[in-house]
């Protein structure tokens, strides 16, 4: 099974910026879709973004587009998620997920976390008013 591990949360004012990402550690990502996903405290899990293995395919959630950019590194190893202009409305858990039957489409919002075999642990993201 797919190991993940994210990276690159931090504290930041508003309207900064950050840099997650989320490397695999164990297995590869080579031909899976990646999600990236955060939680508030009190809230429900939420989709942000989705990439495709090829990359070719990308999807945001409405509170991401035009500010966050989902891309993977060459090797395939590690998919990030560029975080700009951030409110203090994106303060969250932010973390990444796979899984070798779901592919990145406008309809992967939809799957519950429970359908994803693989999460990271997640890494915490603060924005400072």
């Known amino acids: 099974q797919v190991q993940l591990v994210e990276s690159g949360g931090g504290l930041v004012q508003s309207g900064g910026s950050l840099r997650l990402a989320c490397t695999v550690s164990i297995g590869t990502l080579d031909y899976y879709s990646v999600g990236w996903f955060r939680q508030a405290p009190g809230k429900a899990r939420e989709a942000v973004s989705c990439i495709s293995a090829s990359a070719a395919t990308t999807h945001y959630a409405e509170p991401a587009k035009g500010r966050f950019t989902i891309s993977r590194s060459t090797d395939k190893k590690t998919v990030y998620l560029d975080m700009n202009n951030l409110t203090p409305e994106d303060t969250a858990v932010y973390l990444c997920?796979?899984?070798?039957?779901?592919?990145?489409?406008?309809?992967?919002?939809?799957?519950?976390?429970?359908?994803?075999?693989?999460w990271g642990q997640g890494t915490q993201v603060t924005v400072s008013s």
């Open positions: 997920a796979t899984d070798p039957g779901l592919t990145c489409t406008a309809g992967y919002f939809g799957y519950s976390k429970t359908q994803f075999a693989s």
